[in-house]
């Protein structure tokens, strides 16, 4: 079945550090997502990629869905210690035959030193 | 806005007993999934609602697992008897557009502990 491999799984960095997670799957994703979650609550949403190629922002959020349509990767620059959480990627296969069921990574988790 | 509402927060059972999760979607959201969350893993689907028709259960163990949303808003799953391996969180999203439109909004998730 679709399998996402996430990388790394844990990261503990200095504030301040720009950080930067990636994503891998064997399949042809239509969609790239990337959530936040904080313990005891749901995964929330950061950034959606529509295009293969795409680079978004959301603040000090950059995100690319790669050309392939394999891989995405998700930088934070200047961390601070409210970065501190689960980052999950998320595939998502639309069409006929598949319902836009979202595969997710295994999570990165990020600690951050003040 | 409201988000998406579920209940209980955390649910402590022994084996064999049953037990049943509520959520409540947001307002006018069509589509409501439920995923299985492990920990130290990402969610994985179990079942997914356009309206009250359950689109997608392939994931769901159906031997134990089941699921409604009898009016195409509320919904509940149920698992009857527990294991000890159903222990983990259980979330519920909803989005607004039918076809899996991509922004699903999570709950919070209930935490089901099996003894």
């Known amino acids: 079945g679709q399998q996402l491999n996430q990388s790394p799984q844990s990261m503990f960095i200095q504030e301040g550090e720009d950080v930067s997670m990636n994503c891998t799957s064997s399949?042809?994703?239509?969609?790239w997502l990337w959530y936040k979650q904080d313990p005891g609550e749901g995964p929330v949403l950061l950034i959606a990629?529509?295009?293969?190629?795409e680079l978004t922002s959301n603040g000090r959020l950059t995100a690319q869905f790669g050309i392939t349509r394999k891989d995405s990767f998700l930088n934070i620059s200047a961390s601070i210690p409210s970065d501190v959480g689960i980052y999950f990627c998320a595939g998502q296969l639309k069409g006929s035959g598949n319902t836009g069921k979202l595969i997710f990574g295994q999570g990165t988790t990020l600690q951050v030193k003040p | 806005e409201a988000g998406v509402v579920q209940s209980p927060r955390y649910k402590i059972i022994e084996k064999k007993q049953p037990v049943a999760f509520w959520c409540n979607p947001i307002?006018?959201?069509?589509?409501l999934y439920w995923y299985l969350q492990n920990l130290g893993q990402g969610p994985e689907l179990l079942i997914r609602?356009?309206?009250?028709?359950?689109?997608?259960d392939s994931q769901l163990p159906k031997d134990r697992f089941s699921a409604e949303r009898l009016k195409g808003v509320d919904s509940t799953l149920k698992i009857q008897p527990a294991e000890l391996g159903d222990s983990a969180v259980y979330l519920c999203a909803s989005s607004p557009g039918e076809g899996g439109y991509n922004e699903q909004f999570f709950g919070p998730g209930t935490r089901l502990t099996v003894l």
């Open positions: 609602y356009e309206n009250e028709e359950a689109v997608d």
């Open positions: 990629l529509y295009k293969a190629g």
């Open positions: 399949s042809i994703f239509n969609t």
């Open positions: 307002s006018g959201h069509n589509t």
